[in-house]
């Protein structure tokens, strides 16, 4: 999977209405990377306690 710059992410935004700095869009994509990160990272948390409810 390819990663989004800041410059295709203004990009993208602009096509949908949204004017924004590259410097912005940098921002944003650091937010949208780490709320990602924690998501993923409680789902296989969640996953093996899980897993481990289930072997006692």
């Not at 390819?2 to 949908?16: S, T, Y």
């Not at 410097?23 to 994509?29: D, G, I, P, R």
């Amino acid at each position: 999977m390819e990663k989004i710059n800041p410059e295709k992410a203004v990009g993208i935004l602009r096509k949908q209405g949204v004017d924004i700095s590259v410097e912005q869009a940098a921002q944003m994509l650091e937010l949208l990377r780490r709320f990602a990160n924690i998501i993923v990272s409680k789902h296989l948390e969640s996953q093996k306690q899980n897993v481990l409810r289930k072997a006692i």
